[in-house]
């Protein structure tokens, strides 16, 4: 199901929705089905591929990618 973007003229809320094929959208503040679809654009695409941080950037490449929970220096 598409996640689309609408506003509500009505109550002026402008709120996500999940929605598959035609089904009708209400506004969840004022419960108006006089709504209008937003066009939400696409992020911009990256141009570089960022590795994950390793370990040894820690200090100590035993431990798993820095950043997660268990990854972090105690003392």
Excluded: N
């Amino acid at each position: 199901m598409p996640l689309y973007e609408f506003h509500c003229p009505s109550c002026d809320h402008t709120f996500e929705e999940l929605v598959f094929e035609d089904e009708a959208v209400a506004c969840p503040d004022c419960a108006s089905q006089q709504v209008t679809k937003l066009l939400s654009l696409p992020g911009p695409p990256t141009s570089q591929i960022r590795p994950l941080p390793l370990a040894s950037a820690c200090g100590d490449p035993s431990l798993p990618p820095c950043g997660a929970p268990w990854c972090q220096r105690k003392g």
